[in-house]
């Protein structure tokens, strides 16, 4: 297959993929373990033939190990969800570790746009709580908001995309 094809159907199913998370995140608050390991089974898959260089591969397995270490470790920490950490860790091995710290930061802005809206909701009485922690919340007089942080990564992994090898690939 040339390199041309790959790329391309490596980014549609990337898209696909990522979208099908964000929007599972949004209605299920969580991501599933067998996305993240397609995805991780497709980048290891389908880099190589695609326009990667072996220090561009190299490279992003190193920044997304990274990448899952915090996150595990802010899972540990009750920060953030386990699979929001797995889900960035694949998603910066596909973004490339010269555009993970873009990434990133995209994510941090997707995230906070996400909570401020989420929270502005709330206190116009449309409550975007899950019914578990709306029921915790009552027992003791607090309210916590799960953010599908899922989206957020989603957002900044397509946001980032055409900055990757696998658009380059492509002209």
């Known amino acids: 297959m040339p390199m041309i094809d790959l790329s391309l159907l490596s980014l549609s199913g990337f898209t696909t993929a990522v979208l099908f998370a964000a929007f599972w995140d949004i209605k299920r608050k969580a991501i599933p373990n067998g996305l993240i390991l397609t995805l991780l089974a497709g980048f290891l898959l389908l880099a190589p033939g695609s326009g990667w260089s072996q220090a561009d591969i190299s490279g992003s397995l190193l920044v997304g190990s990274i990448v899952v270490f915090v996150g595990l470790t802010a899972f540990a920490l009750g920060w953030a969800g386990a699979g ?79 900055r990757t090898p696998w658009v380059s690939a492509l002209f």
């Open 84 to 162: 929001d950490g797995k889900f960035a860790a694949v998603c910066t091995l596909w973004i490339g570790a010269q555009n993970a710290l873009d990434f990133l930061f995209m994510t941090t802005v997707f995230g906070a746009l996400l909570t401020m809206t989420m929270l502005g909701a709330n206190r116009l009485g449309w409550s975007p709580l899950s019914p578990e922690i709306r029921d915790a919340g009552a027992a003791t007089g607090t309210r916590q908001i799960a953010v599908p942080y899922g989206f957020a990564i989603s957002a900044a992994a397509l946001f980032v995309l055409p």
